[in-house]
Structures are given as structure tokens and as C-alpha cells.
């Protein structure tokens, strides 16, 4: 259109109107902004891929500690050798030293709720450090500052940028918490203690092109957030106990017997759990192992891991058995657990359910990479850590089977994609979860159920005047709200996405790119929105700020439907805060139907939008989402059945 034209009609509005003038009519423009700042760098593509200057810091550790099982304490002595990869020299690096969680004046401690929380613990805790050693160049600096969980170190000479490496060594020690915050802890069986370790040893926080040092103390409900590298690894325990652990176990024939090691290499041909120790063995050192006194030091290695955790008793019962990888290679599921969850109702499935999730996943979005994955019965109700999972001794039958698949799930969120769970909880619980209701249809031919999809079983959460939005960070999460803003309402956004918004072809290509692009990187959520985006084609603001940001809800409806010479029309109303396309499913008279799609589109300029039904066929009936994927806060209006 010519300029003169546009200008002669805006003159013809603005005479006609200016008489009658009021406040504008707004658009729905708002609902389709951006979310936040999403431009890309050099670092971090505007793709939502690493840019071509993408850059983080590294951290091998070799780590030798023994249990005190009179005591309950554990020594250690750790030497980490960190890689400065940023462009900018550092003066120091900050450190967590985690266990100062069980102190009485910790901050975590300190912001506990007195009434029930599951991140309540021990108290009588603590890490002692001594011996602390930073070397650059030049003399090593024994400096260092602890403040709560982080522990800062100074270098006497910076570490270099682009490649410099410091070496950092000392000694550390604590006492095992009983309760450890529902992550850790001792579980008191009748054949001994069983010991989940973990925040076990002084870890480097991350340095990153975004926060820079990131530094959040340990509370609670945030969990981790972690740089890779390369761990090796030997825990020393009294001779009777069984050591399961992250990673490879490189000395086996030094701490099993022949028979154990045969049984071992039976366990990982088998495709059906194969037991290394049986409920009868439990305490027969003698068949199980070569030592039969003093202590035994068990030697592991993990590669290209966040992080490494353990378990150690000597009531474990052991089986393992074959996991089959896309590739062809092979790793070995595992579980322990003592002889009174030993039944086929109980922990008997263990393994099956530890090999069935891993073998899944690997199918699903990408390659599980780890030697082993481990299931141990623990005193914790659930928690993850790369290879590792401490899952409830009390679980059984399905509930046994979700644990078990939500905690090895997060070997892929946020093991292998190495979010930040201290501030984004949704970028691990919530695709996680969203994971696990694929792996649970596909269980077994569905012997368990998940009601993930059933979005409208949450609509009165929806609804709640107290609820609050995913983006809270999960240390300022009310507690009745954490599993809904970091679980449920992500992992439901994500299914919406795949089956009612893009399609599985569409939205698969998408989230395998982003696995694959941020594989033991430090995605943010700009990395994530960014990615899915560019892969599937397919502009998304309008879905990031209405499901990932804020309270606001889903609410469609039927306003009228009128029959015409040939043709219906049907008018949708969108009544909610967020806009979503319309998917309805039409039946006629003559009882056939066609489902149709209205693209997101049309709540650009209004919230009201007629629809042509080009039939000549009367309508008997419409329905708005007929697969019942949405959480539509008011179903009453979303369908229309013709009277007689």
C-alpha cells in the first residue's frame, strides 16, 4: 500500500473518531512477548546452542577416605586439579563444602521450618578441613576463608586464563549425619548400617559466563550445580562390607572372591537380575570375600561426571544385570538392599526397574554414558547422583518402580545436561518428570500407570490462591507448592508441548538437539527456550511466559454455535491468561467427525474468534481437547451438545 493511501485512511479514522475518543482497545501483543532477554553471544548462540566461544572450567579429583564404623566418621584426603578455561585470570575459586548443612548455626538450619520438612537433618554436624594446599605457580597458598557450605581458596599467583591449572589439596573430615536432609544418611538394619554418602567431599563450585562464581548456599530444597571432570576414587571400610559407588569399580579381584567375580561376569551377560550376593550370603565373608579382616580399600573411577556418590554396609544383598545401549556397548545395573525387602514385590525388581529406565532413556533421548547404575535401599526417599540412586528401603510395587525410574532419570537432567538446580529446579525435576511418564507407558506393557498427563487432576492447584509460578527458585518455594512449580506443572507443560502444541515428530527432533547440543554443558533456560524454538520452527513466547513465568491459566470455551445454508459457525472464547491453539473434535449428525486445529494465532488482535465450518452436515456435537491434555481451569463451556 502506497504512503498517501495509509496516511488518507489514518486522517478518515482519526475525523471519524474524535469525537467519540476513549481509551484503546489493546491487542494481545503482550501474551506473545519475549520472556526475557534471549539474544545471543559469542558464548551462547542465539539458536540456543554452545556459541563458538562457549567455555567452562573443569575439575579432576582424586579422593581417598575411609569409614570409621565405630565412630561413624568419615577421613578423607582429596587433590583436585581445576581447569581454567574462562578468559579472565582468577584470584581464588570458591569451593562447597556441604556437609556444614548439619550444623546448628548453618543457614539451612537456621531457615528450616519448625514444622515438618523433608529437608530437616542432623545438627551435631560439620566439615573439619586441614592441610588445605593451592598451587599455581610459584609457593602454594594455605589461605582459605569457609563461610556456611562454601569455602573460598586463594592462590598466591592467579591462575592463568584459557587453560591454566591449579592443583588444590587437603584433608577433610566428618560425622555422618543419621538424618541427612532426606539426600544422605544411615540406615539401621539387622545385619548392620547401610551408609548413602554423599556431599561427601569438598567440591568446586561453578564459574560460569553468566553468574560468574556461583556461590548460593546449601539450604535445602535447591539441590546442585556442578562442574565436570574426572574422578578417581578409593573408599576403605572394614573387610565385611560390600562398596557400591559411581563409576567402575577397578579392583574388583582385590575385594571379591572367585566366586563373586564369576557370579560378576554371569550378571553382566544376563539379562534377568543375577544375584552376586543372595539373601541367605548376607554375612558369609567367606564365600564373598578374600579378606577376612581388618580393612579393604575399594578403588572406583568415574569419567566425565558432576559428581560421585557411594554406599557401604555389610547387610547388602547384590544382584546385577545386563544393560543393552542403542550402540551395542554394554553397562550393568545393580541394586543392594538388606534381606528383609528381599521379596519380588519389594526390591526383588530393583534391578529390572534399574535396567528397564536406563534402557529406555538411552533409546528415547540419548546414550546413557556410565559403566554401572546402581539402586541402593537407603533411609533417604529418593535421591540422585550420577550412576547412583538412593531410593526408600520402605518402596515397593509401583511406588518402588517411580522411584527407582525418576532417580536414575536424572542421570540424563540434570547428570548429563548439567543444569543449574539451585535456581532452575524445573530444568531437572520438571523434564525429568515429563521423561518418566514416556518410560512408565512404556514399562513392561504398562503395568504401571501415570497420571503426569492428567492435567485436570491439578486444575484445583491452578486455581489456588497460594500457588506459585515455575520460575521460583525451589529455596523460596512454599513446601506445599515445590512439587507442583518444580515437578508437575514443568513436566505438564512439556507433555502439552509435545502432544497438543508441536507434535511428537517436531518437539522430539527439538528436545534430542537441545540433550545432544548441552551434554555435560551449563544450559540456562534462555539455552533451552532458544533451542526448542530454532529446531522445531516454531515461535514459543506466548507458551514460555504464560506456563514458565507467572500464575496465569488456561481457560477456553464455546460461546455460541449457529447453523447456516452450508456452513456452522462456531465462535471460541480464550477467557484465560494464556493463549493456546484450539484443538476441537466436531461429530455430526450422521455420527461421523473431524478434528481440527486453530493455530495460536488467532488470539493476536482478540479473545473472541468465529470459526467456518464448511459443511453442509448438521453438527451434533463439539469438543474442545477431546485427549484431555489441557488444564483448562473451566470445563463447562468447553463443549456443546446440539438439543433436541
Not at 354 to 363: D, G, L, V, W
Not at 490 to 503: Q, S, V
Not at 595 to 615: A, F
Request: with cysteine; hydrophobic share 35%; proline share 5%.
Amino acid at each position: 500500500m502506497k504512503l498517501k493511501t495509509i496516511k488518507l485512511l489514518f486522517a478518515f479514522v482519526l475525523i471519524g473518531h474524535t469525537a467519540f475518543a476513549q481509551q484503546a482497545e489493546p491487542n494481545n501483543q503482550p501474551k506473545f512477548d519475549d520472556i526475557m532477554y534471549r539474544r545471543g553471544n559469542v558464548y551462547r548462540s542465539a539458536s540456543g546452542v554452545p556459541g563458538p566461544q562457549y567455555w567452562q572450567n573443569s575439575a579432576d579429583y582424586v579422593i581417598e577416605a575411609e569409614l570409621d564404623d565405630k565412630t561413624n566418621i568419615l577421613k578423607g584426603r582429596l587433590t583436585m586439579t581445576y581447569q581454567n578455561n574462562s578468559p579472565e585470570d582468577l584470584s581464588f575459586i570458591w569451593m562447597y563444602v556441604e556437609q556444614n548443612r548439619f550444623k546448628s548455626d548453618s543457614r539451612g538450619t537456621l531457615t528450616t521450618p519448625m514444622q515438618y520438612s523433608r529437608y530437616a537433618g542432623d545438627t551435631d554436624g560439620g566439615m573439619a578441613i586441614t592441610g588445605l594446599s593451592a598451587k599455581t605457580t610459584g609457593n602454594p597458598s594455605a589461605k582459605y576463608l569457609i563461610s556456611d557450605t562454601r569455602m573460598q581458596v586463594f592462590f598466591n599467583e592467579p591462575l592463568k586464563a584459557k587453560g591454566g591449572k591449579a592443583t588444590i589439596s587437603m584433608n577433610f573430615e566428618f560425622k555422618i549425619p543419621e538424618e541427612g536432609m532426606d539426600r544422605m544418611g544411615q540406615l539401621e538394619t539387622k545385619d548392620g548400617i547401610i551408609y548413602s554418602m554423599a556431599q561427601w567431599y569438598p567440591r568446586v563450585a561453578v564459574f560460569d559466563d553468566v553468574t560468574g562464581w556461583n556461590t548460593e548456599p546449601y539450604l535445602g530444597a535447591g539441590e546442585f550445580y556442578l562442574e565436570y571432570g574426572n574422578f578417581d576414587y578409593k573408599i576403605t571400610v572394614p573387610y565385611d562390607h560390600i562398596v557400591v559407588g559411581s563409576g567402575e569399580l577397578v579392583n574388583a579381584k582385590e575385594v571379591l572372591s572367585k566366586e563373586l567375580l564369576n557370579r560378576w561376569e554371569k550378571a553382566a551377560g544376563s539379562d534377568k537380575a543375577t544375584y552376586l550376593i543372595s539373601p541367605e550370603e548376607v554375612g558369609n565373608t567367606k564365600l564373598t570375600r578374600p579378606v577376612q579382616n581388618g580393612k579393604v580399600t575399594w578403588h572406583f573411577k568415574m569419567n566425565n561426571s558432576r559428581d560421585i556418590a557411594f554406599a557401604t554396609s555389610k547387610a547388602f544383598i547384590w544382584d546385577a544385570a545386563k544393560i543393552n545401549l542403542p550402540s551395542g556397548k554394554k553397562a550393568v545395573a545393580q541394586s543392594v538392599y538388606p534381606a528383609s525387602v528381599a521379596s519380588k514385590s519389594a526390591w526383588g525388581r530393583s534391578t529390572e526397574y534399574t535396567k528397564a529406565s536406563i534402557e529406555h532413556y538411552s533409546q528415547k533421548w540419548f546414550e546413557y554414558p556410565y559403566p554401572s547404575a546402581v539402586n541402593v535401599a537407603s533411609n533417604v526417599g529418593g535421591m540422585e547422583y550420577p550412576g547412583v540412586s538412593f531410593c526408600s528401603v520402605r518402596s515397593f510395587g509401583a511406588d518402588l518402580w517411580d522411584v527407582t525410574d525418576h532417580e536414575f532419570g536424572h542421570n540424563w537432567f540434570p547428570m548429563i545436561v548439567g543444569s543449574n538446580e539451585r535456581r532452575y529446579a524445573w530444568m531437572d525435576e520438571g523434564f525429568n518428570t515429563f521423561i518418566n511418564y514416556y518410560s512408565t507407558v512404556n514399562f513392561n506393557n504398562g503395568e504401571y500407570t501415570s497420571d503426569v498427563a492428567k492435567s485436570l487432576n491439578r486444575v484445583q492447584w491452578f486455581k489456588w490462591k497460594n500457588r506459585e509460578g515455575i520460575d521460583t527458585y525451589p529455596d523460596v518455594a512454599k513446601s506445599m507448592n515445590l512439587a507442583f512449580t518444580a515437578y508437575y506443572k514443568p513436566a505438564t507443560g512439556m507433555i502439552l508441548l509435545r502432544e497438543y502444541i508441536l507434535g511428537h515428530e517436531r518437539f522430539d527432533n527439538a528436545f534430542k538437539a537441545y540433550i545432544k547440543a548441552w551434554a555435560y554443558k551449563h544450559p540456562q533456560p534462555t539455552d533451552f527456550f532458544n533451542c526448542m524454538e530454532n529446531v522445531a520452527g516454531e515461535n514459543l513466547n506466548w507458551f514460555w511466559r504464560g506456563w514458565f513465568k507467572g500464575t496465569g491459566n488456561i481457560n477456553l470455551g464455546i460461546t455460541n454455535v449457529a447453523d447456516n445454508a452450508g456452513y456452522t459457525t462456531i465462535t471460541f472464547a480464550d477467557k484465560g491468561d494464556i493463549p493456546m491453539p484450539v484443538r476441537f473434535k466436531v461429530v455430526f449428525e450422521d455420527n461421523t467427525s473431524e478434528t481440527i486445529m486453530l493455530p495460536v494465532e488467532i488470539w493476536h488482535r482478540q479473545n473472541e474468534w468465529d470459526y467456518i465450518l464448511s459443511s453442509p452436515k448438521k453438527v451434533k456435537s463439539i469438543d474442545i481437547d477431546p485427549e484431555r491434555f489441557l488444564p483448562d481451569i473451566d470445563m463447562k463451556d468447553n463443549s456443546w451438545i446440539r438439543e433436541n
